[in-house]
Each structure stands twice: as C-alpha cells, then as structure tokens.
C-alpha cells in the first residue's frame, strides 16, 4: 500500500509537470504572434470578398473583422485572472463593448472610449493583453469620448460630463489632467500633433489648444456660428501627418479643414439625403493617399472624399452583418491604412483595409 501511495504522489507530481510544460509551450508559441497577426485573424473566404467597390470594379476598401472583446482577437483571460474576477465580484462581460465612441490605434494596441460602460477598453495585441482604464485618481469616468496616445504611448482620454482630458501612461496608470468646469463645456473629439495636444469642445463651438508638456492652454480658434472657421457642435478631429486639422461639424452638416495653428484651408459638406450629403456626421480621418473618411450616424455608412470635396467611394450600410453599421461613431485610420470604426449600436469596432495606390496594406 505504501508503495502505491508514492507511485500514486509521482504520478500526480508528472501530470502536474507536464501540465506547466504544455501551458509555458502555448505561452511561447503566443509570444510568437505579432499584433498584426492578431489582428488579420483567420479571415474565412466569404469574409475577404467583402470589398467595396464589388467586382467587377478595383477594390478600393476590404473587411478585416469585427471586435467586440478581447477574446475576438485571442486575448483569453488566463484561469489566473478569472480566479481573481470571481473573487472580486467582477462580471467578465464587462470586457465587451457596450457604446464604443472614440476609437485610436498604431497597428499594434487598440484604444476604445466606451461610455457606455464608462472605461476605456485597452487590446495590446503585441503582448496579448487586455485592460481597462476606469478611474483616473480620484475620479471614476463618467463619459469617455475621444481617445488618442502620443508615441511614447501616453494615452489621452477626453471625459465630456467631467470636462477634462486624463492623461496616463502606457501601462493605464493616471499622471494628470487638463481642462475644468470653467474651461471646457463639453470636450470630445482629441487628437495629437507634434507638440500639440487638439481637444473640440462640442458645448463651446471651438477647438482649444494644449502644450503636450505641461497642458497649458495655447490658444483656441472657432466660435458659433456658419461662417468659414466657424462651428455649431463640432464633435471629431483627426490630425493627419502633414499637420492639416479634419474637424466634422456637425450641426453645420460638413467638414472643416484647418492648419496646425488655427487657420482656416477649406469647407465641404451639406445636410441632405442625395449622396455626399450629411445628416449626422461624427468620425473622421485620412489615409495616406489624403483621402478623408467621415462616418455618419444617420445614414449607417462611411462616405470617402477627395481633398476637394469630391464623393469617391461610400461602404457600409444599415444592419448588423460584417461591413454593415448601425450609428456608426469615431473613425481612426492607423500607419498601415487600416480604418477602425466604432460601429456603436452593433457594439463593435469594424476594421477594414485601404487598398489604394499608397496604402501600406497587411496582406
């Protein structure tokens, strides 16, 4: 008996060995995978024919996949951290999104500011890991709308009900803040360029300007009104590389262009329901060919613009299927052309592929 007691000991001391051996061997094969990777996922067929335009034209835009929590892009919780969420009382659907808004990304970590849960869901798909910001001191977020991160991986997260920008560092961890009750109405949209940090606030029809060391205020530019550098409700902006501010405003119906100083370069955009028109214009940005993507609420889709003004190409759609939108919010397009959307009501961020002459696309 005793000797079958220690075979029985050995046995379970094996098994439990050859159970860390296989699990450390999965960790190694993950740690592998890049983010890009991740992200491509295993598209099925049916997914890579989802392009716009449809054949027999070229191809100008092409579905990726849809992400609704870190388990969309193989980001498990280990049985570590799902011990810990027991523990502590934590609902793991939580990790899902609810109302995406704000969407940024640099092709490896995913930024999404959902007020509807009051966080700010975090995917590094380069180091397979998944957070949340949801307080920032002594504040828990209220309403986290805009979202962008420097290239020291400084994250900024914009709150409208608590009128500030939060600051953390890469790891989620608060630094500071910038902005009060008396100085923004309403902040929303944010983006970053060189130095300078761009924060819209929707309430006080203007754009502020913030020192990125620091947060001082440097100067604001537009007031109320429907005159050329003038807003009613400007909500997105986008910062493209060569310093040109793409800001939608919305209750004017169109799309302003300004310089990194202020200035203003040029208007386009309408209300109406013909194509090109606006009816609820949010997210916007641009590719690398100086394309500009403005999303649209109203009409469930993405609308693609020339520098001019021109209508070139439009994708999405009302319903619930891949590459089809329901109030569709923020619109990020990271180094690599790929186009984050914030498809809010389906609860999702739809990824889709520029394939243009300039695009540096992942095949």
Known sequence: ??????????????????????????????????????????????????????PPADAKIRFVRSIRSSRDVG???????????SISG?????????RPYGVYSDGDRLYVADPGLSLVHFFDFSERRYMQIRSAKDWALESPVGVAVDGDGQIFITDSVLRRVFTFNKYGQYIGDIGSSDLFERPTGIA????QIYVVDTQGHCVKVFS??????LFQFGKNGLK??????????????????????????????????GNFLSVFGRLGDAVGDFSKPKGIATDSDG???????????????????RLLLIFGGSGSQKGRMSLPAGVFI???????????????????????KHSKQLD
């Open 334 to 356: 990271d180094r690599n052309d790929r186009i984050y959307v914030a498809d809010s009501y389906n609860r999702r961020i739809q990824v889709f592929q520029y394939l243009g």
């Open 212 to 217: 990125h060391d620091g947060g001082q205020l």
């Open 75 to 85: 980001i498990n919780n280990s049985w570590f951290k799902k011990m810990i969420r």
């Open 192 to 195: 970053l360029h060189n130095d």
């Open 228 to 261: 050329d550098g003038e807003f009613h409700y400007p909500t997105h902006i986008f910062a493209s590389v060569d310093g040109h501010l793409y800001i939608t405003d919305s209750l004017n119906f169109r799309v302003q262009i300004f310089d990194c100083d």
């Open 90 to 98: 934590e609902d793991e659907s939580e990790e899902q999104m609810v």
């Open 291 to 309: 394309n500009i993507y403005v999303a649209d609420s109203q009409f469930d889709n993405v609308q693609i613009f020339d520098q001019s003004g």
């Open 1 to 54: 008996m005793i000797e079958l007691f220690f075979v029985s000991i050995k046995s379970r001391i094996l098994r439990r060995y050859l159970v860390v051996f296989f699990i450390f061997s999965l960790f190694l094969v993950g740690c592998t995978s890049t983010g890009e990777h991740l992200l491509q996922a295993d598209m099925p067929n049916e997914d890579a024919r989802l392009v716009w335009p449809g």
